[in-house]
């Protein structure tokens, strides 16, 4: 895993290098066929995507921008573990020298669905300010999301349980997937 996702860092560096960025959606991504090597999708993007069709047509999209051989890096919070042990929170992400801190709850739906609830908390010249923010997430277990990948045309898929490359479990707290075209 490491060297996919350093491979390239070498000529990142060299003069003359720059990098382009669009905004698009996941469902049709402006680019032509072919176009990229790597396709990286992090950050528990793809749970936001809540119709399994429209999962299985980004995954799709993600392939058909791929060149033949092309790499597929995925990340999403282990839902094998959040629903099998019920998780409703996640560990608070802490900035103490910043006076940051980032608190992640989780509500189960009735609809099998997730609502995930960002509390963004600021500590500034002793006054606090909080923003929260409520969105709805798909909790994508290990199995149809490898369900979803080989119908959108993926093979030799191997799982992480974090970026270092150690094996996934249900105890993960991430399911990272490599996956090639």
Same mark, same amino acid.
């Given at each position: 895993?490491?060297?996919?996702?350093?491979?390239?860092?070498?000529?990142?560096?060299?003069?003359?290098?720059?990098?382009?960025?669009?905004?698009?959606?996941?469902?049709?991504?402006?680019?032509?066929?072919?176009?990229?090597? @790597?396709?990286?999708?992090? @950050?528990?993007?793809?749970?936001?995507?809540?119709?399994?069709?429209?999962?299985?047509?980004?995954?799709?999209?993600?392939? $058909?921008?791929?060149?033949?051989?092309?790499?597929?890096?995925?990340?999403?919070?282990?839902?094998? $573990?959040?629903?099998?042990?019920?998780?409703?929170?996640?560990?608070?992400?802490?900035?103490?020298?910043?006076?940051?801190?980032?608190?992640?709850?989780?509500?189960? $739906?009735?609809?099998?669905?997730?609502?995930?609830?960002?509390?963004?908390?600021?500590?500034?010249?002793?006054?606090?300010?909080?923003?929260?923010?409520?969105?709805?997430?798909?909790?994508?277990?290990?199995? $149809?999301?490898?369900?979803?990948?080989?119908?959108?045309?993926?093979?030799?898929?191997?799982?992480?349980?974090?970026?270092? @490359?150690?094996?996934?479990?249900?105890?993960?707290?991430?399911?990272?997937?490599?996956?090639?075209?």
């Amino acid at each position: 895993l490491d060297s996919i996702i350093n491979k390239g860092g070498e000529s990142a560096k060299k003069e003359g290098n720059s990098a382009t960025f669009k905004v698009g959606n996941m469902l049709e991504l402006p680019y032509s066929e072919k176009t990229f090597q @790597g396709v990286i999708c992090i @950050g528990n993007s793809l749970v936001h995507i809540l119709d399994e069709k429209e999962i299985l047509k980004a995954l799709q999209e993600m392939y $058909r921008v791929l060149t033949n051989n092309g790499v597929l890096i995925l990340q999403t919070v282990n839902y094998d $573990r959040i629903l099998k042990d019920n998780v409703t929170e996640l560990p608070t992400i802490e900035n103490e020298a910043a006076g940051v801190k980032f608190k992640r709850d989780y509500t189960f $739906r009735k609809d099998g669905n997730i609502d995930f609830t960002g509390t963004f908390i600021l500590e500034k010249d002793g006054k606090v300010t909080e923003t929260v923010n409520t969105v709805v997430l798909k909790p994508l277990v290990k199995g $149809r999301l490898n369900s979803f990948l080989l119908d959108a045309g993926f093979k030799n898929i191997k799982y992480y349980g974090n970026f270092k @490359g150690e094996d996934w479990d249900e105890k993960s707290f991430a399911t990272i997937v490599e996956a090639s075209k």
